[in-house]
């Protein structure tokens, strides 16, 4: 993998993830000061963004059921897709960043839910 990767994955989520993500993320102690997020209510995106060269972009949660581990009768249907068409990388990056720095948080009329306010 390349030594630049951002991940964007959003929901509406509570203030904590939940017990089995809590479980799993608190094995592995360097993330947790390396690793920001935004709990946007609005985002329902997944990027990943690798070296700014290749992206992966989808609706899938990043767990067994969304990426098709589980069983074929349990599994979520989502839909993906992976490019290194540079254009379609940028474009990916700038809608993260865009979203990440609070572009759309002013005139957001959600924001009852946020619960962690970019601005």
Known sequence: MGDNIIAACGKELNPEPGANFRKSFDKYPLL???MERQLCPRVHFRHIIIDGKIAYS?????TG????IKS???RNFEAGFITNDLKIVEAIMTQFDEV???????DCKRKEFCQDPII
């Open 32 to 34: 947790w000061k390396n």
């Open 72 to 74: 074929a009768n349990t």
């Open 100 to 106: 990440w720095l609070g572009r759309y948080c002013k």
């Open 58 to 62: 989808g609706s899938a949660n990043l």
């Open 65 to 68: 059921a969304g990426l098709g």
